[in-house]
């Protein structure tokens, strides 16, 4: 506010200008190519065109766009009977008649001089002195408008403004300056730079009586200035309007509403809005029902009890991390983790265009006794003692496991930790991530045929008075063995880091050679 | 050779302190096993499947019938 009155000061300057007669703004040459005027006849919705209108001292009028001309009467009686309801029961209110734009905005013009003398003493300047000044300004910026727009106009009141002959008289437009009033123009003045500081200066006093206007004029007036506005003008009012008047409604929607939208989405659609922003991401990873009927829609729930197994085990797991709840919108859910996998499952096995096929040698001759495929993997034990660790991608030997004494027959591993066991009697643990047997464990009188690693899980016990509650088995990880000496070990399975171990006869070749000729003469039989 | 042997890891067994329990029963190779929980299945080439507690390292079960032996377990057990 308190710059206003600065700017009136200024206002007030330009009107001493007024009487000096001022040359023909020149008429910009009406737009007519739809390249570069591209809202020039671009479609408006009739109520633009056409709506009742209450003036000031409670007149009442209906609005008519009559740039359309022809068009709008033909319109008019195509709407039929809603558009002429609107039109009657404006007629039995009150007096009531057609206006068109320019009076309309006359109209108001007068309003506001009127409200302003009694209220905004700031501003009562402008509006006594340019009472009449805005519809000259509009005239300047917008005047190939304005002729088309008063063709029809029947009810004109004395207006101030140009004529609809196009090109107005000088008189017209400064028809309000106090000094020269109606009286005879002087000749024009060839003073070009003051029509345009003219126009100018009244910008603030065309602004504030386009505040004054009703919305729905506000809206016509802006959308005719629009219609002859170049590209350039129209990109740059988008560029400032859509992101203003851009709303993100998914995060402002209540849940179960969003929900629903997204219910409607196939997956492409879906795993692109995902990549929208962090926000979507998050409402779209976690929601339940959302994943839940992509399963099925994808046909990839396969029912039973897997779906929910998988969805306990993952929160169980989260729990023991310290994640955040389940229901925290930053962990994605249970489904779409499940989703994700068995998708990516289902494209690269099944819809794989290129499958790829590896084949490499292994343990020259030597009997391949037992495979894992694991944390990117392959890990190969065999009758001549090794055991091997391969890339899957390339199929080129990472690390070769040296150590045993004998073929190993039995393999077992978690994450970097190796267990394997062999005709030598003995159990090692190996590092993989350095290739490093950390452990020997002896005991076993015979091969060790068979181990496993068993990591501690829920399990339901059964007290003696039949009460079934959830117990964690075992409390450590463990290790299993089972050897043809009849018997089975459990072992600690050592964590990495613990201390090393070798039992005193690790580094002795002692291996029973009833053993080696037994097994070969097992081998048959095992393949 | 074989009584030297076990002498010789026994002593071995009590000085590892990852060794935990030493499972006997089976009259033949131990062949198959699977765990879960506390308890393990084992299938031996002596015909017969035993169920143990491995945290207290008694055969709860023996489970006898087959005539042949097989060496087979189906991972996962109902615990």
């Known amino acids: 506010m308190t710059r206003i009155p600065s700017v009136v000061t200024t206002t007030t300057t330009t009107t001493t200008y007024a009487p000096i007669p001022l040359p023909v703004l020149p008429t910009p040459s009406t737009p007519h190519d739809p390249q570069k005027y591209p809202l020039l006849n671009a479609q408006l919705p009739p109520s633009f065109r056409h709506f009742p209108l209450v003036f000031p001292n409670g007149s009442r009028a209906t609005f008519h766009d009559t740039d359309e001309g022809d068009d709008l009467l033909q319109e008019e009686e195509f709407i039929g009977g809603k558009g002429w309801r609107l039109v009657k029961s404006d007629d039995g209110a009150g007096p009531s008649k057609s206006v068109g734009l320019i009076e309309a905005v006359e109209r108001f013009a007068r309003k506001r001089s009127y ?223 499940l989703f994700k996998s068995r998708y990516l499952t289902r494209t690269r096995w099944i819809n794989n265009a290129e499958p790829k096929h590896l084949a490499f040698p292994a343990h020259g001759r030597s009997v391949v006794t037992c495979l894992l495929l694991s944390k990117g993997r392959i890990i190969s034990a065999s009758d001549d003692h090794s055991i091997h660790v391969y890339s899957p991608v390339t199929g080129l030997l990472l690390r070769s496991l040296s150590g045993h004494e004998g073929g190993v027959w039995a393999l077992a591993s978690t994450k970097d930790t190796l267990v394997s066991g062999s005709t030598d009697r003995t159990v090692r643990i190996w590092d993989l991530s350095t290739g490093r047997c950390t452990h020997v464990f002896g005991g076993h009188t015979s091969t060790v045929r068979c181990l496993a690693i068993v990591k501690p899980e829920w399990v339901d016990v059964e007290d003696e008075h039949g009460n079934v509650r959830k117990e964690k088995w075992p409390k450590r990880p463990l290790i299993v063995t089972g050897s043809r000496d009849h ?27 009833a053993d080696v000729c037994c097994f070969f003469k097992l081998v048959p039989e095992f393949l | 050779m074989t009584d030297q042997g076990d002498f010789f890891f026994q002593e071995d067994v009590d000085e590892n302190p990852y060794h935990k329990l030493h499972l006997e029963g089976h009259e033949h190779a131990v062949r198959a096993l699977a765990a879960r929980g506390r308890t393990l299945v084992s299938g031996s080439y002596d015909s017969m499947v035993r169920v143990w507690d491995i945290i207290t390292g008694t055969c709860k079960w023996v489970l006898v019938g087959h005539t042949q032996k097989g060496w087979y377990h189906n991972k996962h057990l109902n615990s």
Request: hydrophobic share 40%.
């Open chain 1, 487 to 513: 018997s089975l070990r459990v072992w600690d399975l050592p964590r990495p880091g613990e201390p090393e171990y070798r039992f005193d006869g690790a580094d002795e070749a002692d291996i029973d050679p």
């Open chain 1, 115 to 337: 409200d302003n003398d009694g209220m905004m003493q700031g501003i009562e300047t402008i509006t006594e002195s340019t009472s009449h000044t805005p519809p000259p300004r509009k005239k300047a910026k917008a005047a190939p408008v304005l002729p088309k727009l008063s063709t029809v106009n029947g009810a004109a009141p004395p207006s101030p403004l140009p004529s609809p002959h196009g090109s107005p008289p000088p008189p017209n437009i400064w028809p309000s300056a106090p000094p020269s009033g109606a009286s005879s123009p002087q000749p024009q003045l060839p003073i070009q730079p003051d029509a345009s500081l003219a126009t100018l200066m009244s910008l603030p006093a065309l602004v504030s009586h386009f505040s004054g206007l009703p919305v729905q004029l506000q809206s016509h007036l802006l959308i005719t200035l629009l219609r002859h506005s170049p590209l350039p003008v129209l990109r740059t009012v988008h560029s400032v309007l859509t992101p203003i008047l851009a709303r993100d409604f998914l995060t402002l929607l209540p849940p179960e509403l969003v929900s629903h939208v997204l219910n409607f989405l196939p997956f492409n659609c879906i795993a692109r809005a995902s990549r929208v922003s962090k926000s979507w991401r998050a409402i779209i990873d976690s929601d339940p029902v959302l994943w839940r009927d992509l399963l099925k829609s994808e046909k990839l729930w396969f029912g039973g009890d897997s779906e929910r197994a998988f969805a306990e085990a993952l929160i169980r797991r989260r729990r023991r991390a310290g994640l955040p709840h389940p229901n925290d919108l930053s962990l994605a859910n249970p489904y779409k983790v």
